[in-house]
């Protein structure tokens, strides 16, 4: 198999953190976001969304969305399981990947601050400003949604990683991009910690990456 992404991506980033706890072996290339290869007609053959990641299978098949390839590979390769037994549980699990993946990521993404300076006259610091009002939204709900609660544990859900860890701790590098307070989410910060101490999300990072730039 061969994972198509870029260092900076957090949605490449979920995906390498899955493959690494789950052992599989991939290639790795990169498209360059900020130069725009993503739109060179080679892959937009594969992905016509022109984003990253995308997963072209053994198969010839190519899957896009990156929680469209943690499921597929929580299906292909089961151990570790990235969401708990009950559904009750699997639920909880999804909804707080769901704040990162579709509350905060899709409004604050490359795209999102590039058309903001380059069709409403934006400047570099007012779209930073708009990126941690979005992530700063997001993580007040996550903050409030695992702190104090039962089900929480080491990480997010449990005292093992799951599908919303994936999805927390690129987000969480994104903050610090954006030099958003992380004092004000000490439970976030806590499983941040955690996560990063585990091989599997160290080696994903992006600055570990081949690709990495300053």
Request: hydrophobic share 40%.
């Amino acid at each position: 198999m061969k994972l198509i992404g870029y260092f900076r991506s957090s949605a490449a980033f979920r995906v390498r953190i899955a493959l690494n706890l789950k052992g599989v072996a991939v290639e790795h290339a990169s498209r360059h976001l900020r130069k725009g290869e993503q739109a060179a007609p080679d892959y937009v053959a594969l992905n016509p969304q022109k984003l990253v990641p995308a997963m072209v299978l053994d198969s010839g098949d190519v899957l896009t969305q990156s929680l469209a390839i943690l499921e597929y590979l929580e299906e292909v390769h089961p151990e570790p399981p990235l969401l708990p037994g009950d559904p009750a549980d699997r639920a909880r699990v999804r909804a707080l990947a769901l704040i990162c993946t579709a509350d905060i990521h899709p409004i604050q993404n490359l795209r999102v601050m590039a058309y903001l300076r380059d069709n409403f006259g934006q400047s570099e610091e007012s779209a930073f400003a708009w990126s941690r009002h979005w992530i700063d939204t997001g993580f007040e709900a996550y903050e409030a949604s695992v702190a104090g609660d039962r089900k929480t544990g080491t990480f997010s859900h449990g005292d093992r990683p799951t599908m919303a860890d994936l999805c927390l701790i690129p987000q969480v590098f994104n903050a610090a991009r954006f030099k958003v307070d992380m004092k004000k989410y000490p439970t976030i910060q806590r499983i941040f910690e955690a996560s990063m101490k585990l091989p599997a999300f160290d080696a994903a990072q992006p600055s570990r990456q081949p690709d990495a730039e300053p």
